[in-house]
């Protein structure tokens, strides 16, 4: 059974920094393409970040590029999001997502309905 766990939400203000974690387990992690989503209230969910099987490519939706940084250790199965320059409209439940495979396509890797898994959301809040 796979299992993706965030930690590392909390409250932070505006300009500061926060760095999530998802710790995976029930496959090996080192296989699948890996992602970040968020969802602010009353808002759809939205990609955020992606990265492949390597760690070797990424890809970033463009208001958070050059801020955040999305990485991963595979030797311990953990994903990361580092997050900087935050700002009240990055105020969202971060969410973990795996996927099925290492394909790493990005036209597919931004839509939800391509990933397998979903961690239970971590919350973020950035006071102005």
């Known amino acids: 059974q796979v299992q993706l766990v965030e930690t590392g939400g909390g409250l932070v203000q505006a300009g500061g920094s926060l760095t999530l974690s998802c710790t995976a387990s029930?496959?090996?992690?080192?296989?699948?393409?890996m992602g970040w989503y968020r969802q602010a209230p009353g808002k759809e969910r939205e990609f955020v970040a992606t990265i492949d099987s390597s760690g070797r490519s990424t890809h970033y939706t463009a208001s958070v590029k050059d801020r955040f940084t999305i990485s991963r250790d595979n030797t311990k199965s953990t994903l990361y999001l580092q997050m900087n320059s935050l700002k009240p409209e990055d105020t969202a439940v971060y969410y973990c997502?795996?996927?099925?495979?290492?394909?790493?396509?990005?036209?597919?890797?931004?839509?939800?309905?391509?990933?397998?898994?979903w961690g239970q959301g971590t919350q973020v809040t950035v006071s102005s």
């Open positions: 029930g496959r090996p992690f080192s296989l699948y393409v």
């Open positions: 997502a795996g996927g099925g495979s290492s394909l790493f396509s990005t036209p597919l890797l931004t839509t939800p309905g391509f990933w397998n898994y």
